[in-house]
Structures are given as C-alpha cells and as structure tokens.
C-alpha cells in the first residue's frame, strides 16, 4: 500500500456541519474503495485563483490515506461525480506532497455596510506639476529622436509665429505648387 495526499474543495455555500457531512461522506468513499485513512485535517476557507461554478472561495480539506494504486481510479470517480459536494479534488503520493507546512492566507470577510457611496474623485494635477511632466516628455521625444538620428522637435506650438490668414494661403499655395 502507497501513502497519499488528497487534496479537495467545498462549496462554501456549506455551512461548517454540512462541510463536516461531507467529509464524513467522503470518508465513506474512501473506505468503500478499500483505503485506511490516516489523517483528515479541515485548512479552511480560502479565496480561489479563479471562479468555479460561481463560487469564489471554498472550503480546503486535506486527507492523508493508504490504498493501492489500483483504487485510485475508483476514488478519482466517485469524486469527480460528486460535483454538488467537491468543486476540485487533487490526489498526489505523500513523497509527492512534501511536508505538511501551508503557506495559505487565511479568508477574511468584508463587511460593506459602512461604507461611503460618494463616487471618487481624482485630484486634479497643479499646474507646476503639468508643466514638469510637459518638460519630461518633451526631453524624452527629443532623446528618441536623436537615437533616431533624427532631428530635434520643434518648438510647441505656443511658440510658433502668429501667421495672418491671408499669408498662410500664400503658404498653403506655394506647399501645394512644390508638390504638383
């Protein structure tokens, strides 16, 4: 006979007794499938990597057994059809399993009621501020375009002459007479 770690997860739509009948049924499963069970350890409730089956947290259960390999088949079956009770279940060798030290985060409910249901608003940035972060990007423009080997920026547009409307058709005519 070969040591194992079973490993499962449920519903936290359970309450604690009814987490408690399902181990005991689980227990059941095990034993009809000819394991001796050493060890059922309840880790707690827990917050899942991702939602399964609309649940978003579960209950941890780890079991320690003996059976023969054989069985595992037996037991990976009668869990798996068992989706109302167990979400997921993992079966690994003991040596696989390593020690039994968890890293795990305790699940801590969040009570709302409390809370303020004025909308966030976000600062708006000082002036001073805006204008460093201008200066910032146009150095970093400035950077590029000389890795580039381009040429520098030119001037914001702030700085650009102030043109009359009829001397920037003259402009336009001769760009486009260059073209054609």
């Known amino acids: 006979m ?3 770690e079973l490993m499962y997860i449920v519903p ?9 009948n399902v181990e005991v049924s689980v227990s059941a499963i095990l034993t009809k499938a000819g394991a001796a069970i050493a060890k059922t350890v309840r880790l707690g409730k827990f917050r899942l990597a991702y939602p399964i089956k609309h649940q978003r947290h579960g209950h941890y259960v780890l079991v320690r057994f003996t059976a023969e ?5 037996d037991i990976n079956n009668a869990l798996r059809l068992s989706p109302d009770q167990v979400l997921r279940h993992l079966i690994l060798k003991a040596e696989e399993a390593g020690e039994e030290k968890f890293d795990l985060v305790q699940f801590q409910e969040v009570t709302v009621e409390g809370r303020d249901d004025r909308t966030r608003r976000l600062k708006a940035a000082k002036p001073a501020e805006r204008a460093d972060k201008e200066k910032v990007v146009q150095a970093q423009k400035e950077g590029v375009a000389a890795l580039e080997g381009a040429e520098p920026a030119e001037a914001p547009a702030s700085a650009v002459e102030q043109l009359s409307p009829e001397e920037l058709q003259k402009k336009i005519d001769a760009a486009l007479e260059e073209k054609a």
């Open 12 to 20: 936290t739509s359970f309450t604690e007794e009814a987490v408690g």
């Open 2 to 4: 070969i040591e194992y």
């Open 69 to 73: 390999p054989a069985a595992l088949a």
